[in-house]
Nanobody
Framework: QVQLVESGGGLVQAGGSLRLSCAAS????????MGWFRQAPGEEREFVAA????????SYADSVKGRFTISRDNVKNTGYLQMNSLKPEDTAVYHC?????????????????WGQGTQVTVSS
């Protein structure tokens, strides 16, 4: 069992930056690939970014490529999502997730553990 807790969300103006954190506890964090997903009101949950268990492989949705950076610190059992050049369409609840495999995936059905989410609101 892995428990995930997100933090770092908030209100920011367009063009600004936020850094989300995902603190993991329970099992050995370094054994799990991690992903970030987001869900806007009335929309389906969508993939944002993923990182392999080792941190060597990453993947991004086209909508955030070049603006967001996913990373992890396996010593601190924490994952991160650095979000730059934020746009109003990035407004959503952001969730981190972990899967009991080392490789990355972009489908939410392939993740086993989820955090409660943190709200990100970007004003225009």
């Amino acid at each position: 069992q892995v428990q995930l807790v997100e933090s770092g969300g908030g209100l920011v103006q367009a063009g600004g930056s936020l850094r989300l954190s995902c603190a993991a506890s329970g099992r050995t964090f370094s054994n799990y690939a991690m992903g970030w997903f987001r869900q806007a009101p009335g929309e389906e949950r969508e993939f944002v970014a993923a990182i392999s268990a080792s941190g060597r492989m990453t993947s991004y949705a086209d909508s955030v490529k070049g603006r967001f950076t996913i990373s992890r610190d396996n010593v601190k059992n924490t994952g991160y999502l650095q979000m730059n050049s934020l746009k109003p369409e990035d407004t959503a609840v952001y969730h981190c997730a972990a899967r009991t495999m080392v490789t990355i995936r972009s489908r939410d059905s392939e993740y086993d553990y989820w955090g409660q989410g943190t709200q990100v609101t970007v004003s225009s």
